[in-house]
């Protein structure tokens, strides 16, 4: 994989590299031969052998510039930025506050772009880079109980778009991935307290089955490496078809 995908010595920051997927990201990146630093509200369950790592919180604009400039210092440059940053509350949107909607913004949509924005000037100097959003197919569809959480991807969407249109010039591409359901640790706590959902959510994909991490690593590594050099401005659907019907 390593020789194929081109990632050997990338450096590479992973905006929530210590959740479910953000440890299967560096996983994937460290496998590949990538440099990997994590920045994250909570570093204790980080990956064995994150080059470096920073506890930051990224709903906040300042923080969230000086995390960047601090990983690429540390890391000696940055080729690639993913932001796998979100948290949701499912209820009706009459039942959020006005401290939980602005959380919900802060958090998914706030962060992501202040660590783009400040990450592709980087990138633009050294001609070259790559920036991966974490979408969601709430950024797409109407989900009931969503409300918050969807308007930031669906936000998330439109930013990369941007991001990819002013930068694709300067050897940067901005792509977006929006898994469906998949085994992660949000889908888990819905579940637990849900158990009567699981089957029909599962009735809802195509493929019959919730996605895997290696399903939604895989499409990011390729979307990373100079293989992907010419896809840019992209959301990338991986839903067992949910999105078809």
């Known amino acids: 994989m390593p020789d194929w995908l081109g990632l050997d010595g990338q450096r590479v920051v992973v905006a929530g590299g ?51 400039n601090d990983m690429r210092e540390r890391l000696g440059g940055l080729d690639v930025l993913i932001h796998c940053v979100g948290i949701n509350d499912r209820k009706p949107i009459e039942h959020y506050t006005a401290s939980e909607w602005d959380r919900i913004i802060d958090v998914n949509l706030t962060s992501a772009f202040h660590l783009a924005a400040e990450a592709a000037v980087a990138m633009r100097e050294q001609g070259r880079g790559r920036i991966v959003f974490f979408s969601s197919v709430a950024g797409r569809s109407g989900h009931k109980l969503h409300g918050p959480y969807a308007a930031t991807k ?34 888990r706590r819905y579940l637990t ?32 490496s100079p293989r992907a050099s010419f ?11 949910r999105t078809i019907v």
């Open 18 to 68: 210590a959740g479910t997927i953000g440890r299967a990201l560096v996983a994937g990146f460290l496998g590949a031969g990538a440099s990997v630093g994590v920045i994250d509200l909570d570093i204790s369950k980080l990956q064995a052998g994150v080059a470096v790592s920073l506890q930051a919180d990224v709903g906040d604009p300042d923080m969230a510039r000086a995390s960047v």
């Open 154 to 187: 669906g936000a998330i969407n439109q930013l990369m778009r941007v991001i990819a249109h002013e930068y694709a010039g300067d050897g940067v591409t901005a792509n977006a991935v929006a898994p469906g359901y998949t085994d992660t640790e949000l889908t």
């Open 193 to 224: 307290d849900n158990p009567d959902k699981r089957q029909a959510l599962i009735e809802l994909i195509p493929a019959g089955r919730f996605g895997s991490l290696q399903e939604v690593v895989d499409p990011v590594l390729f979307l990373c």
């Open 231 to 241: 896809i840019t401005g992209q959301v990338l659907y991986i839903d067992g078809g």
